[in-house]
């Protein structure tokens, strides 16, 4: 059963850099883009952006210019980095994933646990 | 890109229908039959209910059902059950490969 485990510090300061990265567990790692999205505590969801195997990326252009993905194929892992945060990045982030071909190519069909990250003074 | 609206809270009594809508715009809803729907319960993973507009992954219940016309995509549940009480949300295919979140919905099961 595949799973996706995610980890990161939950606990920053303005302006510093908020990094997060999620593992795949049992199953393959090309094929995919690799998803992060994130929910203010008590509203809605926001697509961050996505980066595939091969490093190809797409980003919600409103974080573009703060949010960098990278993976690393060799441990089935990527990673999530958002440069100086501010109270708004306060939320849960959630890695998910999207396929690349075939059916399920438009929707996010596994997820992460979540994580909380709060960024205060 | 403004998130597709949905209405705040809908409610239904256990066995009946309830439609949620996703409204968007002709330049995500309304071009592509690529809304996908996540059921959330309170501090869970979202779960997908649906895809592509109105494909069910395997495991999810025939009772979900999605729809589209124009600009707004629909979320039915039918036979609504206690554990259907959840937030829910559509997910839209936008330009420039990028996807955008509908507001959500609280779902309550009087």
């Known amino acids: 059963q595949v799973q996706l485990q995610q980890w990161g510090a939950g606990l920053l300061k303005p302006s510093q850099t908020l990094s997060l990265t999620c593992a795949v567990h049992?199953?393959?790692?090309?094929?995919?883009?690799w998803t992060w999205i994130r929910q203010p505590p008590g509203r809605g969801l926001e697509w961050i952006g996505e980066?595939?195997?091969?490093?190809?990326?797409n980003y919600n252009p409103s974080l573009k210019g703060r949010v960098t993905f990278s993976v690393a194929t060799s441990s089935n892992q990527f990673s999530l980095s958002l440069t100086s945060v501010a109270a708004a990045d306060t939320a849960v982030y959630y890695c998910?994933?999207?396929?690349?071909?075939?059916?399920?190519?438009?929707?996010?069909?596994?997820w992460g646990q979540g994580t909380m990250v709060t960024v205060s003074s | 890109q403004s998130a597709p609206a949905q209405p705040a809270s809908v409610s239904g009594s256990p066995g009946q229908s309830i439609t949620i809508s996703c409204t968007g715009t002709?330049?995500?809803?309304?071009?592509?039959?690529?809304v996908s729907w996540y059921q959330q319960h309170p501090g869970k993973a979202p779960k997908l209910l649906i895809y592509?507009?109105?494909k069910r992954p395997s495991g999810v219940s025939y009772r979900f059902s999605g729809s589209r016309s124009g600009n707004t995509a629909s979320l039915t549940i039918s036979g609504l059950q206690a554990e259907d009480e959840a937030d829910y949300y559509c997910?839209?295919?936008?330009?420039?490969?990028?996807?955008?979140f509908g507001t959500g919905t609280k779902v309550t099961v009087l």
């Open positions: 049992g199953g393959s790692f090309s094929g995919y883009f």
């Open positions: 002709s330049s995500d809803v309304g071009s592509y039959n690529l």
């Open positions: 592509e507009g109105n």
């Open positions: 998910a994933r999207r396929r690349i071909s075939g059916i399920l190519i438009n929707a996010f069909d596994l």
């Open positions: 997910c839209s295919y936008a330009h420039l490969n990028s996807y955008v």
């Open positions: 980066i595939n195997h091969s490093g190809t990326t």
